[in-house]
């Protein structure tokens, strides 16, 4: 299953497990417990293994109603500049339910301190994506989450260029092409011209 890690933001990233394949088609990812886990695993959220068996057993439709609810509230947040209330609700219930302890480490002299979440596996999970949408409420510009400008893109992203005109999902993917696209229709446009004036 292939995954995109695009969005500059986990969250961000979650939203786009809905993806447009051929003709159009709209696919949901991920589509059981093993798609679940992998994409934990991709996101660097849980380590291999991590998740399996029961606990895994329904959490693909579970994982798509929360990710249908923060994409609602995320898309709202970016259209209006305001945060909605059910979205907090919602990113308050997961983020109690993973709760982090600091810890300070020794590493070559030097006293390091990190966070750490302390849940079960799926609540990591839905922690890390919590978290990351509460960071994004609490210190994004809600006019830099954006959809690729390609209409059959479903792809979001957080803007963290510097001019903050970024377009496109990916230049691999819909930039590249959109470019090829202009390219190619300047240089027929300069053909037809070229041939009209003889």
């Given at each position: 299953?292939?995954?995109f890690?695009?969005?500059?933001?986990?969250?961000?990233?979650?939203?786009?497990?809905?993806?447009v394949?051929?003709?159009?088609?709209?696919q949901?990812?991920?589509?059981?417990?093993?798609?679940?886990?992998?994409?934990?695993e991709?996101?660097?959220?849980?380590?291999?293994?991590?998740?399996?068996?029961?606990?895994?057993?329904?959490?693909?439709?579970?994982?798509?109603?929360?990710?249908?609810?923060?994409?609602?509230g995320?898309v709202g947040?970016?259209?209006?500049?305001?945060?909605?209330?059910?979205l907090?609700?919602?990113?308050?219930?997961?983020l109690?339910?993973?709760?982090?302890?600091?810890?300070?480490?020794?590493?070559?002299?030097?006293?390091?301190?990190?966070?750490?979440?302390?849940?079960?596996?799926?609540e990591?999970?839905?922690?890390?994506?919590?978290?990351?949408?509460?960071?994004?409420?609490?210190?994004?510009?809600?006019r830099?989450?954006?959809?690729?400008?390609?209409?059959?893109?479903?792809?979001m992203?957080?803007?963290v260029?510097?001019?903050?005109?970024?377009?496109?999902?990916?230049?691999r993917?819909?930039?590249?092409?959109?470019?090829?696209?202009?390219?190619?229709?300047?240089?027929?446009?300069?053909?037809?011209?070229?041939t009209?004036?003889?």
């Open positions: 299953m292939r995954f890690f695009l969005g500059e933001r986990l969250a961000v990233d979650l939203l786009n497990t809905v993806v394949v051929q003709h159009g088609r709209v949901y990812l991920p589509q059981g417990p093993r798609d679940v886990a992998a994409w934990a991709a996101a660097g959220v849980l380590p291999h293994g991590a998740l399996r068996g029961r606990a895994a057993g329904r959490e693909a439709e579970r994982l798509r109603g929360f990710r249908e609810t923060l994409r609602r995320l947040w970016a259209v209006g500049g305001t945060h909605p209330r059910g907090i609700a919602l990113l308050n219930r997961h109690g339910r993973d709760p982090e302890v600091s810890e300070v480490t020794a590493s070559r002299g030097k006293v390091v301190t990190r966070r750490r979440p302390t849940g079960a596996p799926l990591r999970l839905y922690g890390a994506v919590a978290r990351s949408a509460a960071e994004l409420l609490a210190g994004g510009d809600p830099r989450l954006r959809k690729c400008a390609n209409p059959s893109c479903r792809l992203f957080y803007d260029s510097k001019a903050g005109r970024r377009r496109w999902c990916s230049m993917t819909c930039g590249g092409q959109a470019k090829a696209r202009a390219f190619y229709r300047r240089r027929r446009d300069g053909a037809r011209r070229g009209g004036s003889r």
